[in-house]
């Protein structure tokens, strides 16, 4: 069992598609919160570190943002961060800044080149998607493009089109997020993860919130997810499970699909 496409990251892939990589989000409102929550998680060696800046009290201050971006980084040692400003409309915290300043922070980001990955939404301005598109292409940066839904599960076709947009609007991994209601839910984004991950010729990454959804959290990348978000200090979304126990779940999938006895 192998995911075949990776993420990258300055070129060269992370992790080897034998298991899901486990990002981390880091949600404090100070720097010295975010630090410490850093310090924590990087002992528990996760493959991915996010940064939900909109949770950081001082989005609103580019140099204290790149700095505590800076610390991070330096924190984090050889983990990726991803930089993240999810929006109010698709499940993120309120924020004091507008849309055209958001995406100057991106650019600043980029151009400081103190993160590894950035996420942003496609349900964007297309312009400030190309933006930051060409922001994070420049820097050498990679870009996942994502939609999420926190309220229920669209279609198999919408989840589909989600995935393909993102890759037609040039993202280097496409990301879904969406709620479940009942168990057909998660049946439908597992159909949506394996359908897409066959078609696509970017890695994506796909979750079902929620309990149910958690269910998507452990084994969503036997479908074709290639990264899971688990609690490493804090949760970031419903239904994330902590990193010791995805852990464990993922080390008895390991042998369970290369079947071995457990
Ligand atoms: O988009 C995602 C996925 C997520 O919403 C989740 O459900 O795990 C958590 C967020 O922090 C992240 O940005």
New binding site residues.
Partial sequence: MENKKLIEVRGKPVGDGKRPLICT?LVGRKRDDVLAETAKIVQKKPDLL?W?VDFFDAIGDAAEVIGTAKAIRAAAGDIPVLF?R?SIKE?GERIALSEEEVVRLYETVCESRCVDLV?FEMSNDLADLQRVRAASKAAGIGMVM?F?NFSYTPGLETLNQRFLEAERLGADVA?V?VMPRDLHDVLTLLTATLQSSEKLRIPLVS?S?GGYGSLT?MFGWVFGSTVS?AVGASS?????VPIEDLNTVLEILRKSLGGKQV
Avoid at 236 to 240: L, M, N, T, Y
């Fill in positions: 989000p996010e939900r993240t999810r499940g996420d994502s999420h990301k997020a979750m919130m959290r978000f970031s979304a419903p239904g994330q």
